[in-house]
């Protein structure tokens, strides 16, 4: 009841004093009703005021009216007061000057008489000693707690503003009802504020905004009622104000803050827009102001009134309090999180930290910190939302930007106002070429617009970027429709489909308008800063809340940078990120390499490079820039090449980050590598996969190409293989650490293993990197475009000869193989050199064409020698494959050609070939193939059976001698001499080749006939061969089977029930067995079977015929010659004949020499 009373008695206090000041004037009037000078003393200028900024002489009024008179009995405002307000307005002066100065109509036709006299009325009602007395009966409790106000005098028009000033501290609600009531009087002409009067005085006049004296001009009489252009003036120039003006400028948009009536011009060029838009919005605590800012991007909002609007963004850009509705629900948010250090909100000085964007990123930063346990209160989370769209919609409200990109803004951005659209231009200017130019676009540009993203983060919300909401509705509604706004869940759904089938290019453009800068500023990607601002502040000493004025301005906060190096630091003592950081960290790589301009390192030291190698239109497609510096490696500069390679070893590691790769393979991951999807597979071991069934019938052909892409580009550098590199880095650093290139490493590492291997050392490079070598191996053997030595060095031989093959499985190369005699030498010298690898690591057609039947007959942990060995042993199995079958031979007749090309004959026979063999075999000839003449050579020395060779190296040389018996093309000193004689003489067999040789000497295919069918066919016509050189090397063919029968197939075939009835006894080796069934056929021939006693015949009249064209060599020749022939007893009875003659001659004859004395002898 007594705050009722208090407020009815400030009421009635008010009426009485408006009446009585409306009478003093209504006297002053009538003395001078027709000169409009005198109402201020007979046209006399008034005093200046005094320092306090009080007013001496306005006119004399009389302090005791005698009566009350109406303002709209008065004279000057009659006619207006009839024509423009209400009847039951008239009866109060209140409702009067609300009329008379709120009113859009009253704006535009008030009288000047009247307007001067409403001045005239203000400036009475404000110096008026009982409004002084009013403010003592309404806020005496107040007047006692703030101190500042005691001290003036009253009637001096300074109390109530100084209580206005100080309306913070006012708590009783009387005091500031009296209060709200004066304050549309003082906030009408800044002659009546106090405060701003003592402080603005010099900056008034010196920057022309204003009169300080009371109007007496026809010029200042048409602005009497609207001198809140001073005001305005001022504000358009604050840069150029003092420090104590500047505040109490930043005061009064403070104070009028509260009501949307108290800003004059504002409220002058919005009362219409208030109708339109915000007609249901009740004044007071800034609700007019907050629905006005929100329909900032409306294209209903009047221009002028927009302007008004955005020239008070400016204000509380730098002073939020001037933002009633924010500043009221954040105040203690504000507080509590001490977003302004050192003095109470209240007394903050200009200079302390109050702005707008100071205040928005601390509470930004206390909602985010872990450590906060104390959350912001919801009220002020929604106004800071609010504040943020308000930040995206209208650039103008952002002085620094208004100021940083005035060029740009007037040459790429003319017209573009409202929605955001400005903005959303600046941000594709900046990011697209023109943006990269300074002149174009400058730096500080660039860095306004980061700093407005900074504090508005629009990556938060979708909601926040009013033209990416737009180009992306649909996008949501299809791909992301279960993903609430907030906490950058949609942001990120949207980059995580950027790829999708869904999405649209208007979308697509405006998200990585978005993610330019994003990826430049550590703290708009939410989920990255909630997971690893603990890490930024660890390892990196910042929290990722920088002072906006603190970036550099072509990088931003580096902090993404810090955390990402260590990450990947290879320093086990390095601290490192935590494993939820490290999530992310990797998530936003994978989104950054999916367009160069989000990866700002690459980008900026590549920019040459860019326009000078990637500027064709291809490369502009998705990630082909990136693709494009990945092809060009070794032509990038060294800056370029250091940033490329390492986001491609990254990339290398991590195949998720190869986006066009991942896009085109993931439904063939589903068809083919379910299983590890299942276990959870590494992408290294999904890649492995990829590339295993990179050849399938059903393989996407666009998820091939990426692949290949991927080993292509593996293989420029060792690092880009993240598991040969773990595997292998140890010793390359011991025994290849001049490589560079993966390639160059890959071909040093096997020249030490195969080394080792053969001379029988202990392997220098251990069994996990062998491992792994013999993988990158098989891969490059795979397609031709993996091996661009191998490419460049046989690209003339490919057009020539393997135009029509494929470059994958395996095609290209075995082309080259089978026209080895016409490549040029260069690429026949690499040939071989892959063969030999092939040989020891692994032969990827073999592996390919044979897989099943290694599964089959062999051990799949088995070396490839072992392999290869298995295959030869089981190739004539009924199931055996016949697309198997015909690599494996192949494979024979290559080994038969080289011992190299046999790893198993190489270390067996290391000692024996320069022993024997020395005059094919020298140093010069490493490089060089052999054409089967050492081979040849070792066939001979064991056939001398003399035990020449060691043991292991004649289990191996018997090995060949007996697949070569079976197949000439497994012999290929005989089948290069003896061609002519083949071709006359062995039609029949030729016959039945499928492919036969053609007129070419030099095809390399070979004959495809049945077991031995050709060389039985040389030895069966061994008499009527024409050669003398392939009769010879018949010859020696047929020697060679007559030392073991085992090394004879057919002979051995035939014989088999043979041996094991009448030789079972007899062990195999050194002739033995052989000598055995000759034994029969000289003593039981009847024995024998059938078959086994022709076939003995025919091999015995064969090597009669052989010894004649083939002589013995050697006294140990001479002898098995003579021990094997069927004569041999005529011959040890001739020899025995000679040798007992000459004993017997000598017996019966004496001496031949004549004899002398024993003394001669001894002389």
Same mark, same amino acid.
């Given at each position: 009841?007594?705050?009722?009373?208090?407020?009815?008695?400030?009421?009635?206090?008010?009426?009485?004093?408006?009446?009585?000041?409306?009478?003093?004037?209504?006297?002053?009037?009538?003395?001078?009703?027709?000169?409009?000078?005198?109402?201020?003393?007979?046209?006399?200028?008034?005093?200046?005021?005094?320092?306090?900024?009080?007013?001496?002489?306005?006119?004399?009024?009389?302090?005791?009216?005698?009566?009350?008179?109406?303002?709209?009995?008065?004279?000057?405002?009659?006619?207006?007061?009839?024509?423009?307000?209400?009847?039951?307005?008239?009866?109060?002066?209140?409702?009067?000057?609300?009329?008379?100065?709120?009113?859009?109509?009253?704006?535009?036709?008030?009288?000047?008489?009247?307007?001067?006299?409403?001045?005239?009325?203000?400036?009475?009602?404000?110096?008026?000693?009982?409004?002084?007395?009013?403010?003592?009966?309404?806020?005496?409790?107040?007047?006692?707690?703030?101190?500042?106000?005691?001290?003036?005098?009253?009637?001096?028009?300074?109390?109530?503003?100084?209580?206005?000033?100080?309306?913070?501290?006012?708590?009783?609600?009387?005091?500031?009802?009296?209060?709200?009531?004066?304050?549309?009087?003082?906030?009408?002409?800044?002659?009546?504020?106090?405060?701003?009067?003592?402080?603005?005085?010099?900056?008034?006049?010196?920057?022309?905004?204003?009169?300080?004296?009371?109007?007496?001009?026809?010029?200042?009489?048409?602005?009497?009622?609207?001198?809140?252009?001073?005001?305005?003036?001022?504000?358009?120039?604050?840069?150029?104000?003092?420090?104590?003006?500047?505040?109490?400028?930043?005061?009064?948009?403070?104070?009028?803050?509260?009501?949307?009536?108290?800003?004059?011009?504002?409220?002058?060029?919005?009362?219409?827009?208030?109708?339109?838009?915000?007609?249901?919005?009740?004044?007071?605590?800034?609700?007019?102001?907050?629905?006005?800012?929100?329909?900032?991007?409306?294209?209903?909002?009047?221009?002028?009134?927009?302007?008004?609007?955005?020239?008070?963004?400016?204000?509380?850009?730098?002073?939020?309090?001037?933002?009633?509705?924010?500043?009221?629900?954040?105040?203690?948010?504000?507080?509590?999180?001490?977003?302004?250090?050192?003095?109470?909100?209240?007394?903050?000085?200009?200079?302390?930290?109050?702005?707008?964007?100071?205040?928005?990123?601390?509470?930004?930063?206390?909602?985010?910190?872990?450590?906060?346990?104390?959350?912001?209160?919801?009220?002020?989370?929604?106004?800071?939302?609010?504040?943020?769209?308000?930040?995206?919609?209208?650039?103008?409200?952002?002085?620094?930007?208004?100021?940083?990109?005035?060029?740009?803004?007037?040459?790429?951005?003319?017209?573009?106002?409202?929605?955001?659209?400005?903005?959303?231009?600046?941000?594709?200017?900046?990011?697209?070429?023109?943006?990269?130019?300074?002149?174009?676009?400058?730096?500080?540009?660039?860095?306004?617009?980061?700093?407005?993203?900074?504090?508005?983060?629009?990556?938060?919300?979708?909601?926040?970027?009013?033209?990416?909401?737009?180009?992306?509705?649909?996008?949501?509604?299809?791909?992301?429709?279960?993903?609430?706004?907030?906490?950058?869940?949609?942001?990120?759904?949207?980059?995580?489909?950027?790829?999708?089938?869904?999405?649209?290019?208007?979308?697509?453009?405006?998200?990585?308008?978005?993610?330019?800068?994003?990826?430049?500023?550590?703290?708009?990607?939410?989920?990255?800063?909630?997971?690893?601002?603990?890490?930024?502040?660890?390892?990196?000493?910042?929290?990722?809340?920088?002072?906006?004025?603190?970036?550099?301005?072509?990088?931003?906060?580096?902090?993404?940078?810090?955390?990402?190096?260590?990450?990947?630091?290879?320093?086990?003592?390095?601290?490192?990120?935590?494993?939820?950081?490290?999530?992310?960290?990797?998530?936003?790589?994978?989104?950054?390499?999916?367009?160069?301009?989000?990866?700002?390192?690459?980008?900026?030291?590549?920019?040459?490079?860019?326009?000078?190698?990637?500027?064709?239109?291809?490369?502009?497609?998705?990630?082909?820039?990136?693709?494009?510096?990945?092809?060009?490696?070794?032509?990038?500069?060294?800056?370029?090449?250091?940033?490329?390679?390492?986001?491609?070893?990254?990339?290398?590691?991590?195949?998720?980050?190869?986006?066009?790769?991942?896009?085109?393979?993931?439904?063939?991951?589903?068809?083919?590598?379910?299983?590890?999807?299942?276990?959870?597979?590494?992408?290294?071991?999904?890649?492995?996969?990829?590339?295993?069934?990179?050849?399938?019938?059903?393989?996407?052909?666009?998820?091939?190409?990426?692949?290949?892409?991927?080993?292509?580009?593996?293989?420029?550098?060792?690092?880009?293989?993240?598991?040969?590199?773990?595997?292998?880095?140890?010793?390359?650093?011991?025994?290849?650490?001049?490589?560079?290139?993966?390639?160059?490493?890959?071909?040093?590492?096997?020249?030490?293993?195969?080394?080792?291997?053969?001379?029988?050392?202990?392997?220098?490079?251990?069994?996990?990197?062998?491992?792994?070598?013999?993988?990158?191996?098989?891969?490059?053997?795979?397609?031709?475009?993996?091996?661009?030595?191998?490419?460049?060095?046989?690209?003339?031989?490919?057009?020539?000869?393997?135009?029509?093959?494929?470059?994958?499985?395996?095609?290209?190369?075995?082309?080259?193989?089978?026209?080895?005699?016409?490549?040029?030498?260069?690429?026949?010298?690499?040939?071989?050199?892959?063969?030999?690898?092939?040989?020891?690591?692994?032969?990827?057609?073999?592996?390919?064409?044979?897989?099943?039947?290694?599964?089959?007959?062999?051990?799949?942990?088995?070396?490839?020698?072992?392999?290869?060995?298995?295959?030869?042993?089981?190739?004539?199995?009924?199931?055996?494959?016949?697309?198997?079958?015909?690599?494996?031979?192949? *494979?024979?007749? +290559?080994?038969?050609? $080289?011992?190299? #090309? /046999? %790893?198993? @004959?190489? !270390?067996?026979?290391?000692? &024996? =070939?320069?022993?024997?063999?020395?005059?094919?075999?020298?140093?010069?000839?490493?490089?060089?193939?052999?054409?089967?003449?050492?081979?040849?050579?070792?066939?001979?020395?064991?056939?001398?059976?003399?035990?020449?060779?060691?043991?292991?190296?004649?289990?191996?040389?018997?090995? *060949?001698?007996? +697949?070569?018996?079976? $197949?000439?093309? #497994? /012999? %290929?000193? @005989?089948? !290069?001499?003896?061609?002519? &004689? =083949?071709?006359?003489?062995?039609?029949?067999?030729?016959?039945?080749?499928?492919?036969?040789?053609?007129?070419?000497?030099?095809?390399?295919?070979?004959?495809?006939?049945?077991?031995?069918?050709?060389?039985?066919?040389?030895?069966?016509?061994?008499?009527?061969?024409?050669?003398?050189?392939?009769?010879?090397?018949?010859?020696?063919?047929?020697?060679?089977?007559?030392?073991?029968?085992?090394?004879?197939?057919?002979?051995?075939?035939?014989?088999?029930?043979?041996?094991?009835?009448?030789?079972?006894?007899?062990?195999?080796?050194?002739?033995?067995?052989?000598?055995?069934?000759?034994?029969?056929?000289?003593?039981?021939?009847?024995?024998?079977?059938?078959?086994?006693?022709?076939?003995?015949?025919?091999?015995?009249?064969?090597?009669?015929?052989?010894?004649?064209?083939?002589?013995?060599?050697?006294?140990?020749?001479?002898?098995?010659?003579?021990?094997?022939?069927?004569?041999?007893?005529?011959?040890?009875?001739?020899?025995?004949?000679?040798?007992?003659?000459?004993?017997?001659?000598?017996?019966?004859?004496?001496?031949?020499?004549?004899?002398?004395?024993?003394?001669?002898?001894?002389?």
């Amino acid at each position: 009841m007594a705050h009722l009373k208090t407020v009815s008695l400030v009421i009635l206090i008010m009426i009485s004093i408006f009446s009585c000041s409306n009478h003093a004037l209504a006297q002053r009037s009538k003395r001078t009703p027709t000169n409009f000078g005198e109402t201020i003393g007979m046209n006399k200028k008034v005093e200046e005021p005094q320092a306090s900024g009080g007013i001496k002489d306005m006119g004399k009024v009389d302090s005791k009216p005698k009566s009350s008179v109406r303002i709209a009995d008065t004279p000057e405002c009659s006619d207006d007061v009839k024509k423009l307000c209400s009847d039951k307005a008239k009866l109060n002066n209140f409702l009067v000057l609300d009329c008379l100065q709120d009113t859009e109509k009253a704006a535009d036709s008030l009288s000047k008489e009247c307007s001067h006299y409403l001045w005239n009325y203000k400036l009475q009602l404000s110096t008026d000693i009982r409004f002084d007395h009013a403010s003592d009966e309404a806020c005496s409790d107040d007047l006692e707690k703030i101190t500042a106000c005691k001290g003036y005098v009253k009637g001096e028009g300074k109390i109530i503003p100084c209580l206005i000033d100080h309306y913070e501290q006012v708590s009783s609600q009387p005091c500031k009802t009296f209060l709200n009531k004066m304050a549309s009087i003082i906030f009408s002409d800044y002659h009546f504020m106090d405060f701003f009067m003592k402080d603005c005085k010099e900056d008034v006049q010196k920057l022309k905004c204003g009169r300080i004296e009371n109007p007496d001009s026809d010029e200042e009489a048409e602005t009497a009622h609207s001198q809140g252009r001073t005001i305005t003036c001022l504000n358009a120039q604050r840069k150029n104000i003092t420090k104590k003006c500047k505040k109490s400028l930043l005061r009064v948009a403070e104070l009028q803050s509260d009501d949307f009536h108290l800003d004059r011009p504002l409220y002058y060029a919005c009362r219409g827009d208030r109708e339109n838009l915000c007609h249901d919005i009740v004044a007071g605590e800034g609700a007019v102001f907050k629905c006005l800012y929100q329909h900032l991007g409306d294209p209903k909002l009047t221009v002028n009134c927009r302007e008004k609007l955005e020239a008070r963004q400016a204000l509380i850009a730098e002073d939020v309090k001037a933002d009633k509705a924010f500043y009221k629900a954040c105040k203690l948010d504000i507080e509590q999180n001490e977003c302004v250090k050192g003095k109470g909100i209240s007394d903050v000085d200009v200079d302390d930290d109050l702005k707008r964007s100071s205040v928005l990123l601390c509470l930004e930063r206390a909602q985010s910190s872990d450590n906060n346990k104390v959350k912001l209160h919801p009220e002020c989370l929604q106004e800071m939302f609010e504040l943020r769209s308000e930040l995206m919609q209208d650039y103008k409200i952002s002085p620094e930007l208004v100021s940083g990109c005035e060029m740009e803004i007037e040459k790429h951005c003319k017209g573009l106002e409202v929605g955001g659209t400005t903005i959303s231009c600046l941000m594709k200017t900046a990011t697209s070429k023109i943006g990269k130019i300074e002149s174009e676009f400058s730096a500080q540009c660039t860095a306004q617009i980061r700093q407005l993203l900074h504090i508005a983060n629009p990556g938060e919300d979708i909601r926040l970027d009013r033209p990416l909401q737009r180009a992306c509705g649909d996008v949501v509604t299809k791909a992301c429709h279960d993903q609430k706004p907030g906490q950058g869940q949609v942001i990120l759904c949207l980059l995580e489909n950027i790829d999708h089938e869904d999405m649209t290019d208007e979308c697509e453009d405006h998200l990585l308008q978005i993610q330019y800068f994003a990826v430049r500023d550590f703290s708009l990607d939410v989920h990255l800063f909630k997971q690893c601002q603990r890490d930024a502040l660890r390892l990196c000493k910042s929290d990722g809340f920088a002072d906006p004025k603190s970036m550099e301005p072509e990088h931003g906060p580096l902090i993404f940078s810090c955390l990402h190096r260590a990450m990947r630091s290879e320093n086990a003592k390095d601290p490192k990120p935590s494993r939820g950081c490290v999530h992310e960290i990797k998530r936003v790589m994978r989104e950054r390499s999916t367009r160069i301009n989000l990866l700002p390192e690459v980008e900026e030291a590549c920019m040459s490079e860019l326009s000078e190698l990637c500027s064709e239109s291809e490369h502009k497609l998705v990630n082909g820039e990136m693709e494009c510096l990945q092809e060009n490696l070794e032509d990038l500069k060294d800056k370029c090449r250091a940033v490329v390679s390492n986001f491609t070893e990254e990339e290398m590691e991590d195949v998720e980050m190869d986006r066009i790769l991942m896009k085109a393979c993931t439904p063939m991951i589903k068809k083919f590598c379910t299983d590890l999807l299942d276990n959870d597979a590494m992408p290294k071991e999904v890649l492995d996969c990829l590339i295993e069934h990179k050849h399938q019938n059903d393989m996407d052909d666009k998820c091939a190409a990426g692949i290949e892409h991927h080993q292509i580009i593996s293989m420029k550098e060792f690092r880009f293989n993240h598991k040969f590199r773990e595997a292998c880095q140890n010793s390359v650093a011991r025994y290849c650490t001049k490589k560079k290139t993966k390639f160059e490493v890959v071909a040093c590492l096997s020249e030490h293993v195969r080394n080792d291997t053969l001379l029988e050392k202990t392997q220098r490079i251990d069994s996990n990197c062998q491992r792994q070598l013999r993988y990158e191996l098989l891969q490059r053997a795979e397609s031709i475009n993996l091996d661009p030595v191998l490419k460049k060095a046989c690209k003339t031989d490919i057009v020539t000869m393997c135009k029509n093959k494929r470059e994958g499985e395996g095609e290209m190369l075995e082309c080259l193989k089978s026209h080895k005699k016409k490549l040029s030498p260069q690429c026949h010298l690499l040939v071989f050199n892959r063969e030999k690898d092939e040989a020891l690591f692994g032969d990827y057609t073999v592996l390919h064409m044979c897989k099943k039947m290694i599964k089959k007959f062999c051990s799949i942990d088995g070396d490839e020698a072992d392999i290869m060995n298995c295959l030869k042993a089981n190739q004539n199995a009924d199931d055996f494959d016949h697309r198997c079958r015909q690599i494996v031979l192949r *494979r024979q007749v +290559e080994q038969s050609k $080289d011992y190299r #090309l /046999n %790893p198993h @004959l190489q !270390k067996a026979c290391r000692l &024996d =070939i320069p022993k024997f063999c020395a005059e094919f075999y020298d140093g010069k000839t490493e490089e060089t193939e052999m054409e089967g003449k050492v081979i040849d050579c070792l066939k001979k020395q064991y056939a001398k059976k003399s035990n020449s060779l060691s043991m292991d190296c004649e289990l191996e040389v018997k090995s *060949r001698i007996k +697949e070569a018996a079976l $197949d000439i093309n #497994l /012999n %290929p000193v @005989l089948m !290069k001499i003896c061609k002519n &004689d =083949i071709k006359e003489i062995c039609i029949d067999e030729l016959m039945n080749q499928h492919k036969g040789n053609d007129e070419d000497d030099d095809n390399d295919q070979p004959l495809k006939v049945g077991e031995g069918a050709i060389v039985e066919c040389l030895k069966r016509n061994f008499q009527k061969l024409q050669d003398q050189k392939c009769r010879k090397e018949v010859a020696y063919t047929i020697t060679e089977s007559r030392t073991d029968v085992q090394i004879d197939p057919l002979l051995h075939s035939m014989c088999q029930k043979d041996l094991i009835k009448l030789c079972r006894t007899v062990a195999q080796g050194q002739g033995r067995q052989m000598s055995c069934l000759l034994a029969y056929l000289e003593s039981d021939a009847n024995s024998l079977t059938r078959g086994c006693k022709e076939m003995l015949k025919s091999r015995k009249d064969l090597w009669e015929y052989a010894a004649k064209v083939a002589p013995a060599e050697s006294f140990q020749e001479l002898y098995d010659q003579i021990s094997t022939s069927p004569s041999r007893n005529y011959f040890f009875a001739i020899l025995f004949s000679v040798v007992g003659v000459i004993f017997i001659v000598g017996l019966t004859c004496g001496r031949v020499t004549k004899r002398i004395r024993a003394e001669l002898k001894n002389k």
